[in-house]
């Protein structure tokens, strides 16, 4: 199958499975276009371009070709690839308060390989407080931790967001798939 027939099919199956498309309209958060998404797992890196931006949603795909990202806001929210694949479904009331303090709200997270099923999540955000990442620049970012618990399964996944002035998530740590060790994702 055609690359930009597999993108056409995967962006419409992904924004038809999980939000509302008023969402693309309705928010202002956005990254800078020419960005790219690195993940980094140990001394593993791998690399994602941007292919999609529309407001708070992006479309990424690794540089050779077979791993396709979607994220929200910073956060991964849907992974196409050969292994660990996932969705997660957030309510487009809770996409606004993302990044506020002692906000909780409920998801539904779908794993494909192996197949979990549709699984209900609780999500907690707190403000943790301020943190430099840089320390030759002394900027300060604001620190947000994300603990998300998946009472079927017995999980707890924790997630760390670094945000800036903007409201840009400029590094994260997140934990996608329970089966595998947290990532540490930035953009360069």
């Not at 027939?5 to 509302?20: G, L, M, R, W, Y």
């Not at 529309?54 to 396709?68: H, M, P, R």
Request: charged content about 20%; overall charge positive; some cysteine.
């Amino acid at each position: 199958m055609n690359f930009w027939i597999k993108v056409i099919v995967i962006f419409s199956i992904s924004s038809c499975q999980f939000i509302n498309n008023d969402i693309f309209y309705n928010n202002s958060h956005a990254f800078k276009s020419s960005a790219n998404l690195i993940i980094q797992k140990g001394k593993s890196i791998e690399e994602f371009v941007l292919i999609e931006k529309n407001n708070s949603i992006q479309i990424w795909e690794s540089k050779d070709f077979n791993k396709v990202l979607v994220t929200l806001k910073g956060k991964i929210i849907e992974k196409h690839s050969n292994e660990y694949d996932f969705a997660v479904r957030i309510k487009e009331a809770d996409i606004e308060n993302f990044y506020s303090d002692n906000y909780s709200y409920q998801s539904s997270i779908e794993y494909y390989f192996p197949n979990s099923g549709t699984l209900d999540a609780k999500t907690k955000i707190s403000f943790i407080g301020v943190d430099v990442l840089d320390s030759s620049t002394n900027q300060k970012f604001k620190l947000y931790k994300e603990v998300i618990t998946i009472k079927t399964i017995r999980k707890t996944l924790i997630n760390f967001y670094w945000i800036n002035d903007n409201g840009d998530v400029v590094k994260s740590i997140q934990t996608i798939n329970p089966l595998l060790g947290p990532v540490t994702i930035f953009y360069k």
